[in-house]
């Protein structure tokens, strides 16, 4: 017999993950959270169960909550963290699906669309906990401030502090809002002027202030401060012996924008995401760490 309310529940799965990555900034983890979610509401009794009034609400109260636990142990998980961390990078699920279709990975449930964008995830991985939590499950989700005053811990009223506070933060980190087609034409530049060594040319596509950080976990060789400066950046990606060592460089969507993949025999070494204000480069991030690359691979 069909346990009742199975579909309902299940149904649910993609929506959880697609929260969970927008406040971890990992697939991984919001895939956790999720498997973790859903322990919970098995291990309650039927009747426990059939006394929720709305199993979605609750799966959705029961996620926050662990995510906002592991947003406030992050601090110190990130202090051990070999060099720069960086949110883990989403492929188009088109440039990456492989098998049969019911072999999903949980990347194929997170909607790409500008609150899972590089940059933006950078500004809400500079958010408090709270102020993140409160902030997307508002104005990403649209719950309302109670809902969330019930998640986060807090009054209604200090929630709503809590999401124009986050608000402020992306308003002063004036995210570019560059047309894609524009994004395109700047990444395919990068990667040909990249290709060429040309330092001249890739001076001229980077800002003055941009600004290049690396993410290889400790895992794989990778620089551990950021490099700053359009001729730094320049001199830096030149420098790397990617073309020496025979791997390929590949266009590919990241989180939505246009980026750049690096294999070797057909496995992701490096995802590089990009920002763009107008016609110029302002941040690179390239994510080594291959604990963050398994959707790619």
């Known amino acids: 017999m ?10 649910e799965r993609r929506q959880l993950i697609n929260l969970a990555y927008r406040l971890l900034g990992s697939l991984a983890d919001a895939e956790d959270v999720v498997q973790e979610t859903y322990t919970r509401w098995y291990a309650m009794t039927p009747a426990e169960q059939q006394a929720i009034d709305n199993p979605p609400a609750w799966l959705t109260r029961v996620a926050s909550r662990i995510c906002l636990d592991l947003l406030r ?3 110190a998980r990130r202090e051990r963290y070999v060099g720069e961390w960086i949110p883990e990078p989403l492929p188009e699920s088109t440039e990456w699906r492989t098998g049969p279709a019911e072999s999903v990975d949980p990347a194929d449930r997170v909607t790409l669309d500008e609150s899972v964008n590089m940059a933006f995830l950078v ?6 906990p709270a102020e993140r939590v409160a902030f997307i499950l508002h104005d990403v989700f649209r719950y309302p401030f109670p809902e969330v005053a019930e998640i986060v811990g807090r ?3 200090a929630c709503r502090q809590l999401a124009s506070s986050a608000r402020r933060r992306i308003r002063e980190a004036d995210l570019p809002a560059a047309p894609s087609a524009r994004r395109a034409e700047l990444v395919r530049e990068f990667k040909q002027a990249w290709e060429s060594a040309d330092i001249a040319k890739l001076v001229n596509l980077l800002d003055p202030a941009v600004t290049a950080v690396a993410d290889g976990g400790g895992i794989v060789p990778a620089s551990l401060e950021p490099v700053s400066g ?3 950046v320049a001199e830096y990606f030149t420098n790397l012996p990617v073309f020496s060592l025979g791997r390929t460089i590949f266009e590919r969507t990241v989180n939505g924008q246009p980026g750049l993949v690096i294999q070797y025999e057909g496995v992701t070494e490096t995802v590089i995401a990009f920002d763009v204000n107008a016609d110029r480069i302002t941040n690179i991030w390239a994510i080594r760490n291959p604990e963050k690359l398994h959707p790619w691979s």
């Open 155 to 157: 009054t209604p009223a």
């Open 2 to 11: 069909t346990e009742p309310g199975l579909s309902a529940i299940m149904s």
């Open 123 to 128: 500004v809400l991985d500079a958010m408090t």
């Open 73 to 75: 142990s992050a601090r």
């Open 230 to 232: 359009n001729a730094e």
